[in-house]
């Protein structure tokens, strides 16, 4: 299942539905790295609100796709993790260490047009 | 065991037979027993309130309460023998529950009254029968089993509505010493009070996240001044709360630490840069408003 990918301004927002399989996860790194090269972004921001369960595989893939995409000189922030899943993770000692998180879209963006604000 | 089933069978308890009764079967015996209770229940009921007295029980209550209660029991007690049905006095017994467990009474006082009711009417029993042996064994044969399952019933309802007082107290409790407070746009404080345990920290964290998501809070500050000791467990989910709050975007800040406390947090290893802490609550406000950008300055003195 392809995962909607938006332009907003120098940004891009990935909307990811309900229940993504591993590949789909493999199939959005891949997407993501492209369409930051291709749209030259500075900020990326993958909104998980729809999921309902995020395992070992989908935290390290999202980390992955956070580190390539810094590669690109461009930041990622993963929004929308719902309180029962952040709580289950943490159970699970999944941390998404060395990821920005926020609250939802509104706050990802926020903290993207303060990062670049500054530096322009 | 085998031998009390086979009592209770005799004594016509389980049964209601619309058969005439055989003379001298149980089910005559009991309605003479019956009988008997109800047209000597003054004096009864007034020997069982003397014995109750004496035996120093129901002290919380007043005489006149005592004395209506033990009517009100007396009546159950004899319907239930008359009957052989108990649902009406598992009834009773809760209500009797409800009113007399917030005036402090005891549940051995409870099963001490019940008991001391039976044996008075027992004795009465004795005193009526004792020319007739025989007979009076007949009797005690249909009053004794019904007796025991009275008071194990009365006993068994007031100790559930004991429990049941219990559990909702503890609920309340919970609830209410784990208020998540909004006292800036973006900043929730947490102020935790007590002893945490992981039953407690499991809820404290989820009723957190709720809060973090509703308020759309920024920074959290977790005062555990409040808090006397900590154990690696929950320590442990204190720094998962720290976690899962950063996941939902928001920062944590941990304050008034007690010695112990950071003793603890030290010993098992946690990643102190991980968790932000500072000494005071004031200082931890301090700091949350610096991260939301906010800066407290007085209202000059004589200004306009």
């Known amino acids: 299942m392809e995962v909607p990918v938006l332009k907003q301004g120098p940004f891009l927002i990935a909307t990811v539905q309900a229940a993504l399989t591993d590949d789909d996860l493999v199939q959005l790194r891949k997407a993501m790295v492209e369409r930051v090269v291709g749209s030259r972004s500075l900020g990326v921001i993958i909104d998980v609100t729809a999921m309902d369960i995020m395992d070992s595989f989908a935290s390290r893939t999202l980390r992955e796709i956070a580190q390539m995409i810094r590669l690109r000189g461009a930041e990622t922030v993963i929004v929308g993790i719902q309180p029962e899943v952040a709580f289950a993770m943490v159970q699970l000692g999944i941390t998404l260490e060395g990821v920005v998180t926020a609250l939802d879209l509104e706050e990802g963006l926020d903290y993207l047009n303060h990062r670049f604000k500054s530096s322009t | 065991m085998a031998k009390d089933a086979e009592r209770l069978e005799r004594s016509g308890l389980q049964h209601h037979s619309p058969e005439p009764p055989a003379p001298d079967g149980p089910a005559l015996l009991l309605r003479e027993l019956v009988s008997h209770l109800r047209q000597n229940r003054t004096q009864l009921r007034e020997e069982w309130a003397r014995r109750i007295t004496e035996a120093q029980l129901l002290t919380a209550m007043s005489k006149d309460e005592i004395f209506a209660e033990a009517t009100a029991v007396y009546d159950q007690y004899v319907e239930a023998l008359e009957t052989g049905t108990f649902e009406a006095l598992q009834a009773y017994a ?174 098992i290893g946690v990643d102190l840069g991980k968790m932000n802490t500072v000494g005071d609550l004031q200082g931890g406000i301090e700091q949350a408003e610096r991260l939301l950008g906010y800066k407290v300055v007085p209202i000059s003195a004589g200004g306009s």
């Open chain 2, 94 to 267: 809760r209500s009797l529950s409800e009113r007399i467990i917030p005036r402090g009474v005891e549940t051995h006082e409870v099963v001490g009254i019940v008991l001391l009711l039976r044996d008075v009417l027992a004795r009465s029993l004795f005193a009526k029968y004792q020319a007739d042996f025989r007979k009076l064994d007949r009797i005690l044969d249909a009053y004794e089993p019904a007796a025991n399952r009275i008071a194990n019933t009365v006993a068994v309802g007031f100790v559930q509505e004991r429990e049941r007082v219990i559990r909702q107290q503890q609920e309340a409790i919970r609830e209410l010493s784990t208020p998540v407070l909004q006292v800036r746009e973006r900043l929730l404080i947490l102020p935790i009070i007590g002893v945490i345990d992981p039953q407690r920290a499991r809820q404290l964290t989820e009723q957190l996240l709720r809060g973090i998501r509703t308020n759309r809070a920024k920074v959290v500050v977790i005062d555990i001044t409040g808090v006397a000791a900590m154990d690696a467990t929950v320590a442990n989910h204190l720094v998962q709360t720290v976690e899962a709050s950063r996941l939902l975007g928001a920062t944590v800040i941990v304050t008034g630490l007690s010695p112990e406390i950071a003793q603890t947090l030290v010993t």
